[in-house]
């Protein structure tokens, strides 16, 4: 059964440090990985996904790296601003036929002014 | 273009009442997926649909859940006799494809069971 877990829970940085969010997962037979945004009290909006196949994908001050055989993606976040505050979700999608995720519980971020 | 919309966005209810929640998914968009989101948890997958029928409700939480998309559009996810530990966010996500494709979620309904 897969498993997702995000590593730190919460985090809280000053305006303009560049961080990492952390997200293993322990089965490597995956088909891509994604990674989502929830503000408080709304859906989900996806950042970047990354297919199996790749190793990272790159969206503004947003990097996502995938590392299949050691079970980890990382995101990267450059410049942080306050307005990147919210809760930051993994997803792993399973190779069941169809695009099954399987979520961590989330990192949430507060980056103060 | 709009994106996915989740109706209503709040509901209270009352312990084994009925309740229906409506997802209606990005128009052209073949896949569609509920999800329930608890307090400080990450959502939990529960069912999928590909057209009209549902290809995998092994995330359905017992039989008084149960879901539809009678014409391979809107999809309703129906709880019977609800309990207080139905209280969560209920999410609706769609996409275009089946496998590999990027999932595009809508607001969520927040369902309270007193």
């Known amino acids: 059964k897969q498993e997702v877990t995000q590593i730190p829970a919460a985090l809280s940085v000053p305006e303009g440090e560049n961080l990492v969010l952390n997200c293993s997962f322990t089965?490597?037979?995956?088909?891509?990985l994604q990674w989502f945004r929830q503000d408080p009290g709304k859906g989900l909006t996806s950042l970047l996904l990354i297919q199996s196949s790749q190793r990272e994908q790159t969206s503004g001050r947003l990097n996502a790296s995938l590392d299949k055989s050691s079970g980890r993606s990382t995101l990267y976040i450059a410049a942080s601003q306050p307005g990147d505050s919210a809760t930051y979700l993994c997803?792993?999608?399973?190779?069941?036929?169809?695009?099954?995720?399987?979520f961590g519980t989330g990192t949430r971020l507060l980056v103060s002014p | 273009g709009a994106g996915v919309s989740q109706t209503p966005s709040n509901k209270v209810t009352e312990k084994g009442k009925y309740v229906e929640l409506r997802c209606d998914p990005i128009s052209g968009h073949t896949a569609l997926y509920w999800y329930r989101q608890s307090l400080g948890q990450g959502p939990e997958f529960l069912i999928y649909f590909q057209g009209t029928g549902a290809a995998d409700d092994s995330g359905l939480p017992n039989d008084r859940f149960f879901a539809v998309r009678p014409e391979g559009s809107v999809s309703t996810l129906k709880i019977q006799r609800t309990e207080r530990g139905d209280s969560a966010v209920y999410l609706c996500?769609?996409?275009?494809?089946?496998?590999?494709?990027?999932?595009?979620f809508g607001p969520g309904t927040r369902l309270t069971v007193t």
């Open positions: 089965d490597s037979a995956i088909y891509n």
């Open positions: 997803a792993a999608g399973l190779n069941t036929g169809f695009q099954k995720l399987v």
């Open positions: 996500a769609s996409s275009p494809r089946l496998a590999g494709g990027e999932q595009y």
